[in-house]
Nanobody, 127 residues
Framework: QVQLVESGGGSVQAGGSLRLSCAAS????????MGWFRQAPGYEREGVAV????????SYADSVKGRFTISQDNARATVYLQMNSLKPEDTAMYYC????????????????????WGQGTQVTVSS
């Protein structure tokens, strides 16, 4: 079983940057994908960026392409989300997730493909 702990959220003005980190404790070497998801009040959880574990293949939501970058430090079992040019509509609770099930490429952005979840970290972007 994979346990995930997020950090790095906070409040920032529009146009600013934040970097989220997700540390996987009780790390499973069977992990296939890890990624970031977000959920704003009144909205469904959505995929933001995901990465093929150890392989570097990524998927991004159209709304964050060119602004967000997902990366992974395999040695530390940590996934990062660098968020630049933040907009008020990026405001949400951000969750890290992991999947041990291979479903092919591209890495899936659907939250339903992920079994293990962190507690979330809040990101607030003011205009």
């Amino acid at each position: 079983q994979v346990q995930l702990v997020e950090s790095g959220g906070g409040s920032v003005q529009a146009g600013g940057s934040l970097r989220l980190s997700c540390a996987a404790s009780r790390y499973s070497y069977n992990t296939e994908y890890m990624g970031w998801f977000r959920q704003a009040p009144g909205y469904e959880r959505e995929g933001v960026a995901v990465i093929r574990h150890g392989g570097g293949i990524t998927s991004y939501a159209d709304s964050v392409k060119g602004r967000f970058t997902i990366s992974q430090d395999n040695a530390r079992a940590t996934v990062y989300l660098q968020m630049n040019s933040l907009k008020p509509e990026d405001t949400a609770m951000y969750y890290c997730a992991a999947s041990l099930q291979w479903v092919g490429y591209p890495p899936p952005l659907s939250p339903f493909a992920y079994k293990y979840w962190g507690q979330g970290t809040q990101v607030t972007v003011s205009s």
